[in-house]
Each structure stands twice: as structure tokens, then as C-alpha cells.
């Protein structure tokens, strides 16, 4: 099974990098803007507005150029803190919806469905759409759903179930690590924008709390009822106070506002380790009291997108385009009415340019704040914003919300048909001066990595550097590697691998292996199945097929030439991967490596298991092999390749040993190339069987 994962490492990093590389080819010309039209006029209905006795206010917006009509629902309580049972609310927000008191989930979805319509709710409210003929029905559905939910200790126990799951999942995740320790720092941990989720705090969340949260919080007194559409006012509102008339508010939930911690006093590295991270993850991030009712909200929106809105941004053309160091680089700055807006700067970039990216980054605030923006990108900017603004005008629920947006911000009704004439008023001063007032004159950089990969050059950018946990609680500096056992050599170690699995005798014995795996691809809603075939010493088959889909994707190697299929092309294999690949000498790599070509680099740990760290030169290049310094069994191998011109590092795990035929193979195996992570869980190995020479045609 060695075999279908050191043969196969090379096999499946060649498919993904080419993938991925796929997407790099596919680049649009920004280099040059399209010529304006003429200038847009917003035109917005200033709503019709009528409140019921229960404290719910209705704005209706007749629109009747197509028969549909749209309902958002906001529950617009202040943040709250759940402190000790933080995850109440996602569990809530997740039954809600599912079914009435008075209808069941599967009746009530399929009525749903049968409507044409689509009824949504979360915790914070609801949406709701249908066929303007519908509307009464898919209005009193929406009532009955948030009136009297249909709220089930079975339920309850299926999605704190899901929610488990996800933490679990998000252990090790890089960007749910640098979100929750940026939240803390930014607001501190008794903060509602603060509060993180875990496993106790859910499980101290009992059926009876979501029951009395749920009595307490959503109700109609700070609710608001937003409809767009083929409406008549007046039918509305003897609609909406027939389904939501009936609807009892609560006590007063007035919840104290509490201020954010202070920003850093001094710009400084705030940094987690995470030993499994393939790059690290950088936000520079402070806050900010900006609110849409500002001065300067207008040049605050334009000021972000020169900096880091898109790809024609600072931190994209010199991080990505110009340094390669990462796939984007792009920033945000946030508004908020409570006054805890956020500045964000971020990009995901290789371990070993961590530190020129904090370098560049810095460089690219200083500039915006320091130097007069170019007057044509300044106009370009605003030319694609206002593009942009335009297009979100097409969706109800874009329009419903600048409709609240004026109600609960407390702007002008004018607010929105006036926007695109503010936006092009911003000048080159207002750009320079917002910046300075908005981007934070100390910058806290939060950055999660591999601290035995990045941390010695971070130190050498003479930034202070703060130690913390993946909980935000402030630690030392990790210790990297342990004391490496008297006589042992990287040798020993690759021997050991060796006979930890089988034995030379019984792999010598292999000639062919047959694999079939699920295969877990980011982002798509289906798994397909990957069937690998190997043949000693170097032939190599994949298949990628999706049930209903068929073949997604072919690869061969016959021993001397090789292609990978897809989409009905069929691209040859270039001479570097081919001879890579006919230097191959058989199905474990391990039982011809030259002791010339190792070194044994430390002792150190991957998930809290001691392993080797092994490095294996060959042809003037290195790659990395990290063995369990107790079973013996390998549990990672890390490599570098070039790109389309990008250095992408792919990591690969194994887990999950198992015995076939006295072999032990791994029967998981995840690789990540860049930002993306493919899992195979392996379901069927057959040794010595199943596999021809024909199949490498």
C-alpha cells in the first residue's frame, strides 16, 4: 500500500498541481479598464411603512416588473454573549425553519416546494420569496414558522451532533485558528464578537436553554419585516397583520453594548504555531469606529478597494502578481453602528516567505497612506465599484437590505441615490487621509504557521513578537525539536519504516497493487471514486469517476511515456515529470533509497505524535519524510514544486494503518497542494491481482 502512496504521491500531486494550474492559466487582462458607460441613476422607493402593536415594523417597496415578491425578516437584537454556552445560537438558528407546531418538516417543506418558493431562517431572522400569487400563503407559512417553530428535542440532538462535528473538523483548521484568536484580540473573550465556540460550551447547552433562548430573543420587538415586490400596500398590510399580528413579544431584551479591547500600542507579530499548517495564514487587523453615517464612509469603501478590494489592488499586483508569494492578497474595512468595524489585510502565502510577506504588506499600508494614488486608478477604482453596486441592485434581497440599511443606521433617505455621486466625489486627498485615520497607525499582524519553518526569519524583520495558543491565551515560544536518540541515523529510521510495515521480503513480493478510494474534492457536492493501479517497477494508472458524471478524469504511465486526460483532452506528460518517473525503481521508495541521499534533520511532533524528520535529496532536490518515532510507520511526506511560476508545496498525511495480506497499508491519505486539501479514504486494496500491463495503455 506503500506503494499507492509514495508512486501515488507523485502521480496525485501531478493531477492536482495541474489543476490548480488550470486556474492560474485562466487570468483576465487587468491591466486595462473598460470605458465607462454613461452615468447610472439609482432610483430606490422609499418605502411604505406601518408598525404593529407587537413593536414589528413593516417597509413595503412596490416593485411590479416581474409577478414575485420577496419578505426578510431581521431580528435585530444587539450582539450577545453567551458566554459559557457560546453555540446556543447556531443551534437554534439551525432548527428554526424545519416545520411548524402545526405542520410537520416534511409537509412543510414540500409545500414549500411545491409553491416554487424558498423560505429560509437563521437566528437573526428570515427570507422568503415566491410567485406574488403565493403570496399570502408563503407569508403565512413564514409566520407560522416563526411564531411557533417547530422545535423538537430530536432535532436539537441531530444538530448540536452537527455542530460537534464541525469543531472537531475545525481543530486543525488554519482559518478558523487565525478567525478565533483574531476575534479575541480584537474584543476579548467575555465579547459577544469575542466568544468562540468549543466542546464544552455546547455541551453545556441543554434542549431547555435553546427552548428559553429561542422565547427570549426571537420575538418581534426589535423585529423588521422588509417586502419587495408585485404588492399592493394595503393588502400587505392586512396580510402581515393577520400571520404576524398574533405574534407576542417579550420583555425588554435590551442588551448593554460593550466596547472592543483597545488596538496594539505598538505594531507587533502576534503568533500561533500550528505544526500542520502548508503556509501561513497573515491578517493584519485592527479596529476601527466607521459607521455608514460617516463623513468618510464613501472614501473609507474606495480607499479599501486601491488597497486590497480585488486584483487590481496594491496588496494583490505585489504579493500575487508581482512577488508570487501567495494565490491573493485583498483587504476589508468594515462599518459597523456599534462602532466595532474592522480593518483587514490578508493572504495566504508559502512558509518560507512569511516574513517578506509581513514586509510587504506594511510596505503597501505605508504607501497608501504616504503617497498621492494614481488619478486614473483612483477613477478606475471607483468605475468598477460602481459596477459593481450596480449589478447587486438586480437581487430583492440586496434592496431590502438598503432599505433597512437607512432605517436602522439612521441615514438619510436620500442615502442611496446620492451613493454613486459620493463615490465619485472621493478625491486623491480623501484617499490619503482616510487612510491615515482608518488603517491603524500600530498594526497587529495575527499570523498562524509552522513555527520551526517561519518563525527565525520573522524574527529577523525586527517586529516583537507575541506567543499565543489557538485559544488566544498568551504563551511562550514553542520548542521545535527534541533530543534525537545516541546512534540513531536516518538509515535506521527508513529500515525501520520497512520492517514496520511488512518486511523487505514481503514488498520485494509485491509486483502489482489495485486501490479503489472515495475521493473528498473541496467545494464539490459529490465524492468520486479514484481506482490506482501500480505495477513494479514504475507503471502507474488513475481514474477519477463520479456516479451519474462518468470519467472526470484519466492518468497513464506505461514506463516510458504518460498522459492526463480530462474533459475529452488529452495532455502529454512533460520530460521532467516523465523522467522523473522512469527513474522510479520500484512500488516503495524506501527500499531503494542510497544512505548518501538521507539525512536525519530532528525530532520533532505532528499532532502531538514524536516523529523523524527525514530529508531526501535527489537530482540537487529536496523533499521531507516524517516517520513516527514509536510504530515506525511513515505519516507525512512534503515536497516542492514550481507551478505556472508558483513554488507550490504539497503535503501529504497517512493514517489509518491497516493489515493487508501482512502489509500494513495506510487507508487515509490527504494531500494538500496550496490552498486546496483532497482526501481519500480508501475502501478496497488488492495485492497481485487485478492488474494487467494493458491497463497502461
Known amino acids: 500500500m506503500k506503494t499507492r502512496y509514495n508512486m501515488n504521491l507523485k502521480a496525485v500531486t501531478f493531477v492536482l498541481l495541474t489543476l490548480v494550474s488550470l486556474g492560474l492559466n485562466a487570468q483576465l487582462d487587468r491591466s486595462k479598464m473598460p470605458k465607462p458607460g454613461p452615468e447610472p441613476e439609482i432610483k430606490l422607493e422609499v418605502p411604505s411603512e406601518f408598525k404593529l402593536d407587537n413593536g414589528m415594523e413593516v417597509l413595503v417597496v412596490e416593485n411590479h416588473k416581474l409577478p414575485r415578491v420577496s419578505y426578510s425578516l431581521r431580528i435585530d437584537n444587539n450582539p450577545i454573549a453567551t458566554k459559557d454556552k457560546a453555540g446556543i445560537e447556531s443551534i437554534l438558528g439551525a432548527?428554526?425553519?424545519?416545520?411548524?407546531?402545526?405542520?410537520?418538516?416534511?409537509?412543510?417543506?414540500?409545500?414549500?416546494?411545491?409553491?416554487?418558493?424558498?423560505?429560509?431562517?437563521?437566528?437573526?431572522?428570515?427570507?422568503?420569496?415566491?410567485?406574488?400569487?403565493?403570496?399570502?400563503?408563503?407569508?403565512?407559512?413564514?409566520?407560522?414558522?416563526?411564531?411557533?417553530?417547530?422545535?423538537?428535542?430530536?432535532?436539537?440532538?441531530?444538530?448540536?451532533?452537527?455542530?460537534?462535528?464541525?469543531?472537531?473538523?475545525?481543530?486543525?483548521?488554519?482559518?478558523?485558528?487565525?478567525?478565533?484568536?483574531?476575534?479575541?484580540?480584537?474584543?476579548?473573550?467575555?465579547?459577544?464578537?469575542?466568544?468562540?465556540?468549543?466542546?464544552?460550551?455546547?455541551?453545556?447547552?441543554?434542549?431547555s436553554d435553546v427552548l428559553a433562548f429561542y422565547q427570549k430573543y426571537f420575538n418581534p420587538n426589535n423585529a423588521y419585516l422588509v417586502v419587495i415586490g408585485d404588492v399592493d400596500v394595503s393588502n400587505v398590510q392586512r396580510q402581515v397583520k393577520t400571520h404576524f399580528g398574533k405574534w407576542e413579544n417579550s420583555v425588554d431584551v435590551s442588551i448593554p453594548l460593550q466596547p472592543a479591547a483597545p488596538n496594539a500600542q505598538y505594531t507587533q507579530i502576534n503568533f500561533v504555531d500550528n505544526p500542520n499548517s502548508t503556509q501561513s495564514s497573515i491578517f493584519v487587523t485592527n479596529n476601527v469606529d466607521l459607521k455608514m453615517k460617516d463623513?468618510?464612509?464613501?472614501?473609507?469603501?474606495?480607499?479599501?478597494?486601491?488597497?486590497?478590494?480585488?486584483?487590481?489592488?496594491?496588496?494583490?499586483?505585489?504579493?500575487?502578481?508581482?512577488?508570487?508569494?501567495?494565490?491573493?492578497?485583498?483587504?476589508?474595512?468594515?462599518?459597523?453602528?456599534?462602532?466595532?468595524?474592522?480593518?483587514?489585510?490578508?493572504?495566504?502565502?508559502?512558509?518560507?516567505?512569511?516574513?517578506?510577506?509581513?514586509?510587504?504588506?506594511?510596505?503597501?499600508?505605508?504607501?497608501?497612506?504616504?503617497?498621492?494614488?494614481?488619478?486614473?486608478?483612483?477613477?478606475?477604482s471607483k468605475a468598477k465599484y460602481v459596477g459593481n453596486f450596480i449589478m447587486g441592485l438586480e437581487r430583492p434581497q440586496t434592496v431590502a437590505n438598503y432599505a433597512l440599511n437607512i432605517k436602522l443606521n439612521d441615514l438619510p433617505q436620500d442615502f442611496y441615490t446620492t451613493y454613486l455621486q459620493k463615490i465619485n466625489d472621493v478625491s486623491v486627498e480623501d484617499v490619503q487621509r482616510v487612510a491615515n485615520k482608518y488603517l491603524g497607525v500600530n498594526q497587529r499582524i495575527v499570523i498562524v504557521g509552522k513555527g520551526s519553518e517561519v518563525l527565525d526569519n520573522l524574527e529577523k524583520t525586527d517586529i516583537p513578537i507575541l506567543y499565543y495558543d489557538k485559544y488566544a491565551n498568551k504563551t511562550e515560544k514553542p520548542v521545535f525539536s527534541k533530543p534525537l536518540p545516541e546512534g540513531l541515523t536516518a538509515e535506521t529510521v527508513v529500515k525501520n519504516y520497512v520492517k514496520a510495515i511488512g518486511g523487505e521480503e514481503k514488498l520485494r513480493a509485491i509486483n502489482t497493487t489495485l486501490t479503489s478510494s472515495e475521493m473528498t474534492i473541496p467545494g464539490a457536492p459529490f465524492k468520486p471514486n479514484a481506482v490506482i493501479k501500480q505495477m513494479s517497477p514504475n507503471k502507474f494508472s488513475m481514474e477519477v469517476v463520479a456516479e451519474g458524471m462518468g470519467t472526470l478524469m484519466k492518468q497513464n504511465f506505461d514506463g516510458e511515456n504518460g498522459y492526463m486526460e480530462q474533459q475529452g483532452r488529452k495532455i502529454p506528460m512533460d520530460e521532467k515529470d516523465v523522467s522523473s518517473r522512469k527513474s522510479t525503481k520500484g512500488l516503495f521508495d524506501e527500499l531503494y533509497m542510497e544512505p548518501s541521499t538521507l539525512e536525519l534533520e530532528s525530532k520533532t511532533a505532528i499532532d502531538g505524535t514524536d516523529v523523524y524528520k527525514i530529508k531526501v535529496t535527489k537530482d540537487d532536490k529536496s523533499s521531507y519524510r516524517y516517520y513516527d518515532a514509536e510504530t515506525g510507520y511513515l505519516l507525512r511526506t512534503e515536497e516542492t514544486n514550481e507551478t505556472q511560476g508558483q513554488s507550490v508545496t504539497t503535503i501529504t498525511d497517512y493514517s489509518n494503518y491497516k493489515d493487508v495480506n501482512g502489509v500494513m497499508m495506510p487507508y487515509t491519505m490527504k494531500v494538500t497542494a496550496g490552498p486546496q486539501a483532497f482526501v481519500f479514504e480508501t475502501k478496497e486494496v488488492k495485492i497481485n491481482e487485478g492488474v494487467t500491463a494493458e491497463d497502461f495503455n
Open 95 to 207: 432548527m428554526l425553519g424545519n416545520g411548524t407546531t402545526t405542520i410537520s418538516k416534511d409537509e412543510f417543506n414540500e409545500e414549500i416546494d411545491f409553491l416554487g418558493a424558498n423560505l429560509s431562517f437563521g437566528f437573526s431572522g428570515g427570507f422568503a420569496g415566491s410567485l406574488s400569487k403565493y403570496s399570502d400563503r408563503i407569508l403565512e407559512l413564514m409566520a407560522d414558522a416563526a411564531i411557533n417553530s417547530l422545535l423538537t428535542e430530536e432535532e436539537f440532538e441531530k444538530e448540536k451532533a452537527k455542530l460537534l462535528e464541525s469543531i472537531k473538523q475545525e481543530e486543525k483548521d488554519v482559518d478558523a485558528i487565525s478567525r478565533r484568536v483574531r476575534n479575541v484580540l480584537a474584543y476579548g473573550k467575555n465579547h459577544a464578537y469575542g466568544e468562540y465556540v468549543t466542546e464544552e460550551t455546547i455541551n453545556n447547552v441543554t434542549f
Open 295 to 380: 463623513e468618510d464612509y464613501h472614501a473609507a469603501l474606495i480607499t479599501n478597494n486601491i488597497l486590497g478590494g480585488g486584483g487590481e489592488g496594491y496588496l494583490f499586483k505585489n504579493l500575487r502578481e508581482d512577488k508570487g508569494y501567495t494565490y491573493g492578497a485583498y483587504s476589508s474595512l468594515g462599518a459597523s453602528r456599534y462602532g466595532l468595524g474592522r480593518f483587514n489585510a490578508s493572504a495566504k502565502v508559502r512558509n518560507e516567505v512569511t516574513d517578506s510577506a509581513v514586509v510587504e504588506f506594511l510596505k503597501e499600508i505605508k504607501r497608501i497612506k504616504t503617497e498621492p494614488v494614481d488619478a486614473q486608478l483612483l477613477k478606475d
